[in-house]
């Protein structure tokens, strides 16, 4: 089947129209001055390099502090940088990521943000059914993945998100609830306090591990 020109340009110009395009002014740092950058003039590995390089400049923020003097056991220095990362992670999911040299972004309620969430997970589902995808063989990240892509394509959720939270918060606020008749479980109260309990007692034990090693008490003392 021959094609032609006309049909030839058509489709090239469609290939085109579904590569997105955002605009970015990049500071060049010696020309005290910005460059600008189409991203869909971009090549995709290009593409996917600045991405990368972005997030790991992103996700490798605040861990200053996290040193091999404050954290002797190279394990648990380990530990602390992903546990940090992650709580940056959620930041970016969250937009609360400081902008470095320009205007800070517009935040969003983590309540707001959290419905946005569920909507968005709830579409992703429901979109795996109508094409015969069981939940169940899906891994929940890449769920979460697909909402996360679905949120930044339709900001339209966020404003379906602001509208619930909206709603129930004037739904509870004509709500009166006696919480007197609401009976405390004496056995959760104290699970839930010795878990608090145990927390802590691991805290206090990362911290004595992650310090300096104890000082050789003075012969005599202990007499």
Avoid at 56 to 65: D, E, P, S
Avoid at 84 to 95: I, P
Avoid at 186 to 212: P, V
Wanted: net charge positive.
């Amino acid at each position: 089947m021959m094609i032609s020109s006309m049909e030839n340009k058509q489709m090239t110009m469609e290939a085109e129209a579904e590569v997105p395009s955002t605009t970015l002014m990049v500071p060049v740092t010696k020309a005290k001055g910005s460059i600008e950058i189409d991203t869909g003039m971009l090549p995709e590995h290009v593409y996917r390099e600045i991405i990368i390089q972005g997030c790991k400049v992103l996700i490798n923020r605040g861990m200053t502090k996290l040193t091999k003097e404050a954290y002797p056991d190279a394990d648990l220095l380990k530990a602390a940088a992903m546990e940090k990362a992650e709580e940056t992670l959620q930041n970016m999911y969250d937009g609360k990521i400081r902008i470095m040299g320009g205007a800070k972004s517009d935040k969003v309620p983590r309540e707001v943000m959290t419905e946005a969430r569920r909507i968005a997970r709830a579409l992703v589902k429901d979109g795996l059914k109508r094409a015969g995808v069981k939940i169940s063989y899906v891994e929940s990240s890449e769920i979460t993945k697909a909402a996360n892509v679905l949120l930044a394509d339709q900001p339209t959720i966020l404003e379906q998100a602001k509208e619930e939270v909206e709603r129930r918060a004037k739904a509870a606020s004509k709500v009166t609830i006696d919480v007197k008749a609401i009976p405390i479980s004496e056995k959760r109260k104290a699970a839930a306090e010795a878990a608090a309990a145990a927390k802590k007692a691991d805290k206090t034990l990362s911290a004595a591990k992650a310090g300096k090693v104890a000082t050789r008490a003075r012969p005599g003392l202990n007499a």
